[in-house]
């Protein structure tokens, strides 16, 4: 066995033993609980609120919308100013924004797959493939660091209002594991360049119709890129502030929902509760975090004095903006994307289910994978 064998051997071993049924199974068995007991319940009780739809201001409604659509522009304007100054335009970027966005609420562990079709996406567009794997990388990354550090601040601001909340614990010990993950990531390119070529590209093998070569290129230009990033500290602050917009915008619309139903939150024990929602979302147990995220900061709402129906009702709302309607949107400017770029005329079905291949390829690579080792 090579050396490159016995270096992916270890990781894979224990996919090895569990049976590919047993494991796909229990992931299916774990989706299932996850929307049994913390989806269902919620769309049933929201059913006996309803009738707080019919007191709600609608100002605060069609506020909460174009709250909404401008947190998931400032996403775009943080991909633009991650890509080199000739990428496509900013409303172009925004649709391919929405795309990935559909395809990681639908998948769970949705990023893999999201951030593969972002990248095929890019590259068709005409952006350099190492660039555009750069932006993919850093806007995700530095997104989560970026509420991470805002989550911090609310929660040591609002202890004085709210006092301390057990689960405030455990999301800071998650919030600290991700950033120190997230500083060895950013330390491995810059520094221990050489080495985490090795790795990506043991990883990179598994990825059809992708070379070592291609590999090692996009490494070496996200630590040139990150370098870089630092360097310019105009091209950082904006990144940084679009960051923050995106989140502080989506945490708005979800403020603006319960001044709908007429709750108005203090700010800051509201972004508590939307940031350890959105935090404890990165478990790949349901795609986008759903039913974990609206578990949570219901949860959290009610003990900072909201009514369970009007939290319920809010949250729901929000969620409906925030994680559903992306899917629908989403998958009308892929379409439109694919029309862009001189594709073949296709049928709107066909193009989902070209759209529904993209997202699968992270999962078969890794069937293919497992085939080739059993067969070995």
């Not at 016995?6 to 047993?22: D, I, M, N």
């Amino acid at each position: 066995m090579s050396d490159e064998e016995q270096e992916t051997t270890p990781a894979r071993s224990w996919r090895r033993r569990v049976p590919g049924p047993l494991r796909h199974g229990l992931t299916i068995f774990l989706v299932l609980l996850v929307i049994e007991y913390l989806v269902i319940p919620k769309f049933v009780a929201a059913s006996h609120a309803v009738a707080l739809v019919t007191h709600s201001d609608v100002v605060f409604l069609a506020v909460a919308f174009v709250l909404e659509a401008a947190s998931l522009f400032a996403y775009a304007l943080l991909t633009r100013v991650l890509l080199p100054p000739d990428s496509p335009g900013v409303g172009t970027l925004f649709r391919v924004d929405l795309a990935t966005t559909a395809i990681a609420h639908v998948v769970p562990g949705g990023s893999a797959a999201s951030a593969t079709l972002g990248y095929r996406l890019f590259t068709k567009l005409g952006v350099d493939g190492s660039a555009a794997g750069f932006a993919m990388a850093t806007e995700g990354l530095g997104s989560a660091v970026v509420l991470n550090v805002l989550l911090w601040a609310s929660l040591v601001v609002s202890i004085p209002f709210a006092g301390v909340h057990p689960i405030y614990v455990t999301v800071a010990v998650v919030g600290m594991l991700a950033i120190l993950a997230i500083a060895a990531l950013v330390f491995a390119f810059t520094q221990g360049e050489e080495r985490a070529i090795h790795v990506v590209q043991a990883i990179g093998r598994r990825v059809p119709r992708v070379s070592e070569a291609q590999v090692e290129s996009v490494v070496r230009h996200i630590g040139d890129s990150l370098r870089d990033l630092w360097a310019n500290r105009d091209q950082l602050r904006h990144a940084i502030v679009w960051a923050t917009l995106n989140w502080l915008l989506d945490a708005a619309c979800l403020w603006a929902f319960l001044a709908a139903f007429h709750r108005y939150v203090n700010p800051v024990e509201l972004f508590a509760a939307y940031g350890i929602g959105n935090v404890l979302a990165v478990i790949p147990i349901t795609p986008g975090g759903l039913g974990v995220v609206e578990a949570t900061t219901i949860l959290l709402l009610k003990s900072f004095g909201v009514s369970y129906p009007i939290a319920l009702e809010a949250v729901i709302g929000w969620r409906l903006l925030n994680f559903w309607l992306p899917i629908p949107v989403g998958a009308g400017c892929y379409i439109s994307l694919r029309a862009q770029l001189g594709a073949e005329r296709v049928g709107r079905r066909e193009a989902l289910a070209v759209m529904a291949a993209e997202a699968r390829v992270v999962g078969s690579r890794d069937l293919d994978a497992k085939d080739g080792n059993a067969i070995s």
